[in-house]
């Protein structure tokens, strides 16, 4: 959970939806490499379909979503949706379902009513940077700073690049300022959001994955500079414009011939107003409008090597590049490739990519070896966690179903046990306030008695914990399932666990920051100051209601709070307090960070730092209770728990970034 909500932004993130859903990444060393071209036909062996497959026709796939679509826009208050399906050149189903306008009843239509499909832009993007490549313009190996006109902050002695951003190992901080806005006005240019919010580094490049709409974006305004034309207009010119894709453009909002095509977007109430035109920075990693008949030319393009209808946007060897492996943490688990990942289920190997904004949730698949293209999007928030891995399930298994058992392995307890600790995403910010978010995202794993692998929050499409099996060294998989994990070892100790996505990992959380330690300390902290404030509150009731005049002293032996500690323990309560219930009335409503929220962080900064000053005053107040030999001991150790209190709330609000920039600037 982010501190604006619980959308991540981009793509499908979420723990639980990770470690269950049909998806499996991996990493073959540490530092991923550019291997040998393969030929397109090799990403997968064609699968033995058994005999109860049923017949991959047009009849049956419209009976299938007939099925599927409208049962999930039912349960999830899901406006529309547009689908397609192809198989060998042929539309087994091009359909739209629901409305593109709820309240006007418009019908989508595949052919003309465009979605917004978020990271699937980054295929574009990449597709884009891979023509630069083929005709010499840029080297995917080569710092990237050669192509800017601004720098990219030096870290870790070595160098970004472009195969790091296409494998989104460029170990760049999650970035959330300005990446959704509604009002034109208020987007930035590619240039400016780029140089005003450029992350920190986590990571050394080529290393961990960490997935980022900012080494997207970065890319795409390389393409920009080294092309000479702007991005939007780029891919208009040398991708859209050669395959057709007559309603389909990254300009936002769309152009005027296609400024009434778009749907509306729901924020998961399609009784209440709709999202509207949300603008995504940067353009190049999720800024794509479309429709699902123009998603089909672009995935007949990928799997004709690159042409359609005699017009080619990319050699044949640069697409079988792309669709060659660079990062894998375990040959068990899909890889990413250059921009496209894969998603295994069944002896199917689908490449492609999923996208998500607030209101639009998207899929974008091919499967090379079977010929086939599979494009939904959804036009509301709940089209996203779970249908999308139904549809993908679903049609594998219906089509494409396997009679393949794991065969689980007696592993000895204590040797299973190496993996359990806690764990957090690789995509994550560290050092701006999106950090206390981090806190409630945090996973522990367990190993029970049986050695059965158990992940907090993971859970299948039924709602079901997921049960985790070892299927060989540091290889488990679900028990009833077919999605697997890895552990990834340095120096024989399992510092992050691979899931089904590989542009993420989960890497170990310290002790100091495990979020029981950390919550535990900053909620009896907060119970403490209570318990001060009841005590106050109580001794003025009693003057109030009960007319007993206040002492003029304490009693003898005792001590009333000094101002310092009472007023720090207070104003810790009312921030805190504040600062939940804000987020408890807001719920998923707030649109992610832009500028006009930087004056609230700054009024946090000014109030969490008035009263870390008030909590230095109290700790040296509830040391100093203890030169007094006159007072009760009792007395000391209750100062001594309100001064504990304050320096606690000190460290969570330095470590956590409850006091810190305000942006990135």
């Known amino acids: 959970m982010r501190l604006w909500g619980t959308v991540i932004f981009g793509t499908s993130l979420g723990f639980a939806g990770l470690m269950g859903g049909a998806q499996t990444r991996s990493v073959a060393g540490p530092t991923p490499q550019a291997a040998p071209p393969a030929r397109v036909a090799d990403v997968a062996k064609t699968p033995a379909i058994p005999a109860a497959a049923h017949a991959l026709d047009k009849g049956d796939v419209e009976a299938f979503f007939d099925g599927i679509l409208p049962l999930q826009m039912e349960r999830g208050d899901i406006g529309g949706a547009s689908v ?23 019908a989508v239509d595949p ?44 870290a870790f002695n070595k160098p970004v690049t472009l195969r790091n951003l296409m494998t989104h190992t460029g170990g760049f901080e999650e970035v959330s300022d300005d990446i959704i806005v509604t009002d034109p006005r208020k987007a930035p240019s590619l240039r400016d959001d780029l140089i005003r919010n450029q992350p920190k580094r986590l990571f050394p490049p080529g290393e961990v994955p960490a997935y980022s709409n900012y080494g997207v974006g970065l890319a795409s305004y390389i393409v920009q500079r080294i092309s000479g034309e702007p991005f939007e207009q780029y891919v208009q010119d040398h991708i859209f414009g050669p395959l057709g894709m007559t309603h389909s453009t990254f300009y936002q909002p769309p152009q005027k011939a296609l400024e009434k095509l778009p ?21 190049g990693a999720g800024g794509l409008s479309s429709t699902a008949s123009d998603m089909g030319r672009f995935g007949q393009a990928l799997l004709h090597g690159g042409v359609l209808d005699d017009k080619r946007i990319l050699k044949s060897e640069t697409l079988q590049k792309m669709w060659t492996p660079q990062f894998q943490a375990s040959k068990e688990l899909p890889p990413i490739c250059m921009g496209f990942y894969q998603d295994w289920r069944n002896n199917l190997r689908w490449i492609g990519h999923e996208g998500d904004l607030i209101a639009f949730h998207s899929l974008f698949f091919v499967e090379p070896t079977q ?90 499409l039924r709602g079901h914990p997921i049960q985790w099996k070892p299927v060989g060294k540091d290889l488990w998989q679900e028990s009833e399932g077919q999605a697997r994990i890895f552990a990834i070892r340095e120096g024989g100790k399992v510092v992050r666990i691979a899931v089904g996505f590989p542009g993420v990992q989960f890497e170990r959380v310290a002790w100091y920051n495990n979020s029981v330690l950390v919550l535990s300390l900053v909620g009896g902290s907060l119970a403490v100051f209570a318990a001060t404030i009841l005590a106050n509150m109580w001794r003025l009731g009693r003057r109030i209601f009960l007319r007993k005049r206040p002492r003029s002293a304490p009693q003898p032996g005792t001590m009333y709070l000094t101002w310092a500690l009472a007023a720090a323990g207070n104003g810790w309560v009312v921030l805190i307090g504040g600062i939940l219930m804000y987020l408890a009335i807001a719920g998923d409503d707030p649109m992610p960070p832009t500028p006009a929220w930087f004056f609230w962080f700054k009024v946090i900064n000014v109030t969490t730092g008035i009263l870390i000053a008030l909590s230095v005053l109290a700790a040296i107040s509830a040391w100093r209770v203890w030169l007094h030999d006159e007072l009760r001991r009792i007395t000391k150790v209750k100062f001594s728990i309100v001064g504990a209190a304050c320096v606690v709330m000190c460290w969570f609000a330095i470590h956590w970034n409850l006091i810190g920039p305000a942006s990135r600037i």
């Open 84 to 106: 397609l399906v192809m198989k060998d050149d042929e539309v087994l189903l091009q359909k739209g379902y629901g409305y593109a306008d709820v309240k006007a009843k418009k």
């Open 111 to 154: 052919n003309a009513t465009i979605f917004r499909l978020a990271s699937i832009s980054k295929l574009f993007t990449w597709v884009s940077v891979m023509q630069l490549e083929e005709q010499g313009k840029l080297d995917l190996d080569t710092d990237v700073n050669r192509y800017l006109d601004f720098e990219i902050r030096p």
């Open 263 to 283: 749907s509306e977007g729901y924020r998961g109430d399609t009784t209440k107003p709709p999202v509207g035109f949300e603008i995504f920075n940067p353009v």
């Open 371 to 460: 010929k086939l293209v599979l494009f939904v999007s959804y036009n509301s928030a709940n089209g996203g966690s779970q249908p999308r891995p139904e549809i993908i399930d679903f049609f594998s298994d219906r089509y494409f179903p396997s009679n393949a058992k794991p065969t689980f392995l007696k592993t000895p307890v204590n040797e299973l046990k190496a993996i359990e600790g806690t764990y957090q995403t690789t995509r994550r910010a560290d050092s701006t306030k999106s950090r206390l978010g981090e806190l409630l995202e945090q996973r522990t794993a367990t190993v029970d008695k049986e050695g059965v692998l158990h992940l907090a929050g993971a859970r299948d």
